[in-house]
């Protein structure tokens, strides 16, 4: 791998998980560790990023954190679980896209399925990726509360006449 690269790794636990949002975040660090390994890359320990905030909306903490880093040359790739981990909001997903184009980001790499975003690489899918990021949130803040069964009050994902019995 490049050594010129000096890769950062960005994490985002989902919202709404509740007391699973830890084992998220460490499940997304395990396997993006593994994948950095299998691919030669060499993460900068400096530069692990951990946010537990919906990225609906600009301003999240590690994340502009992580892009002042890279603004200032510290890091120039991120590897991330997937690209959704960085971008559900057309801000964030236009500045990542933007540095890649400047070539201050260099690579952005993804461990579920190994997508691998550089500059002089076609941009449309990853404008495609962002854009369906955010269409993602827009849509979960028009569903409303979830239905639960009616025998355990869990969320089980079922419409009121694909009831769970148990």
């Known amino acids: 791998?490049?050594?010129?690269?000096?890769?950062?790794?960005?994490?985002?636990?989902?919202?709404?998980?509740?007391?699973?949002?830890?084992?998220?975040?460490?499940?997304?660090?395990?396997e993006i560790r593994s994948y950095a390994r299998d691919k030669g890359?060499?993460?900068?320990?400096?530069?692990?990023?951990h946010d537990a905030v919906s990225a609906k909306v600009p301003?999240?903490?590690?994340?502009?954190?992580?892009?002042?880093?890279v603004e200032e040359g510290k890091i120039n790739g991120i590897l991330t679980y997937d690209l959704n981990r960085l971008a559900r909001n057309p801000v964030d997903g236009g500045r990542i896209i933007w540095r890649i184009q400047q070539g201050t980001l260099t690579v952005i790499s993804t461990q579920n399925g190994g997508t691998v975003y550089s500059p002089g690489t076609d941009m449309l899918m990853l404008y495609l990726h962002f854009g369906m990021s955010n269409q993602f949130s827009l849509n979960l803040g028009k569903a409303g509360p979830k239905p639960t069964c009616r025998n355990c009050h869990h969320d089980c994902y079922t419409r009121p006449e694909e009831e769970v019995q148990l």
């Open 1 to 30: 791998m490049n050594d010129k690269l000096k890769i950062a790794v960005y994490i985002r636990a989902s919202m709404g998980l509740g007391e699973n949002r830890g084992a998220t975040a460490l499940f997304q660090e395990r």
């Open 41 to 49: 890359y060499k993460i900068d320990e400096q530069h692990v990023y």
């Open 59 to 69: 301003g999240r903490p590690s994340f502009e954190e992580m892009m002042k880093a």
